[in-house]
């Protein structure tokens, strides 16, 4: 009986010490989408310990806005990690300052999650995967993409072969235009700064494409990437474009990537053709897809996908507690996004010279 009791306490203690929140940072409050981080007071895996943030203004904005004690904030990168102690670092800056967030974090043993894409630059993001390897941390890129189940279910189908060989896939991505969807000012700078963002739309959203096409081909690396970008809206975005092209060819697979500040509404959707079938994951919870030629096609109607999946932040909390191991080819690890940015930094320099741009073996 006393070994018995000695065993269900060691079970309760592990439970009860597996459900402490994570201890989260976050760097910048710049990015329009850091209010999640502020509005899942329903969820408590993790506990929000400190903000890093240069800008005055920016921190009395959240501090009023969301009642924060102003002791939570710093302006020293360094000093937040070393005195807040967090566990994880999220950040909500300019996509440029990544490696600089992960340069800190990494040697302190410190996990990042980081807004999609992973960085501006192939050299970024390699570096930040052997920061990762050197110092055993899990680098994390959240993509909104992640958590479709439209795409769970197609990317089934890849791989029950229903589909076939994959030969064409389209992803198309974006919206009416920063400006005229209402981001706030500070995000709408990085956006539209070629630094900062890398590009304007191409980066923007096709970095979604990029993503998506890697996962479905299992890490492969296109042989070539061709991108033809353009200015629609010189008027407004004068130093980056507005509308983006990618083409990225593998040996027997062709991926179209279109991302654009210029659709007339937002849209987030993907089609795969096979040499048996297609499926078009329409939204996150609708797939279209036909099998046969002479089969009629059907509307799939999905559940969302189960948590943690609906969050970023439970997937990072389970994560950095082991409860979610990250394989080779998740679509929020690094192997798949370092390819990811491979392919952006071919795209852009692809447009740029006006033709083809080959990978190197």
């Known amino acids: 009986m006393r070994i018995l009791l000695l065993l269900i306490l060691s079970v309760l203690t592990f439970q009860g010490m597996a459900q402490k929140p994570v201890r989260l940072a976050l760097a910048g409050l710049s990015h329009g989408h850091v209010g999640w981080a502020f509005n899942r007071s329903d969820k408590k895996d993790v506990e929000l310990v400190a903000i890093y943030e240069t800008n005055p203004e920016l921190v009395n904005r959240f501090a009023e806005k969301y009642k924060l004690d102003k002791k939570i904030f710093y302006s020293d990168l360094n000093k937040m990690l070393d005195e807040a102690k967090p566990e994880a670092v999220s950040a909500f800056g300019a996509i440029s300052e990544h490696i600089t967030i992960v340069k800190a974090c990494a040697p302190r043993k410190i996990h990042v999650m ?19 390897q050197k110092n055993n941390i899990q680098v994390l890129t959240n993509f909104e993409t992640s958590w479709y189940a439209s795409n769970q279910y197609v990317n089934k189908l890849v791989e029950e072969g229903k589909l076939g060989d994959i030969r064409k896939v389209m992803v198309n991505d974006g919206h009416q235009g920063p400006q005229e969807i209402g981001v706030g000012k500070e995000f709408f700078d990085i956006l539209t700064d070629p630094a900062k963002n890398g590009a304007g739309a ?20 296109p042989l070539s990437v061709t991108a033809v970008t353009h200015q629609d809206k010189p008027e407004i975005y004068k130093n980056v474009d507005d509308e983006a092209t990618i083409i990225v060819q593998y040996p027997k697979t062709q991926c179209i990537i279109q991302g654009s500040w210029n659709w007339s509404f937002a849209r987030k959707d993907m089609e795969v053709f096979g ?13 279209r897809q036909r099998f046969q030629e002479k089969s009629p096609e059907e509307t799939i109607k999905l559940d969302p996908r189960p948590a943690p999946y609906t969050d970023p932040f439970s997937v990072l909390a389970d994560v950095v ?10 679509m929020y690890g690094l192997p798949v996004n370092v390819i990811a940015v491979e392919i952006l930094d071919a795209a852009r320099e692809s447009a740029k010279a006006g033709k083809t741009v080959f990978l190197k073996k």
């Open 114 to 132: 980081v807004e999609k894409p992973l960085a501006t630059t192939f050299a970024d993001a390699k570096e930040i995967a052997a920061l990762a």
């Open 202 to 221: 191409l980066i923007d959203f096709g970095c979604y494409g990029a993503n998506l096409m890697t996962w479905l081909l299992k890490g492969e690396r």
């Open 275 to 287: 040499n048996k079938g297609y499926a078009v994951a329409v939204n996150a919870t609708t797939v």
């Open 321 to 330: 507690q082991g409860r979610i191991k990250l394989d080779k080819n998740d």
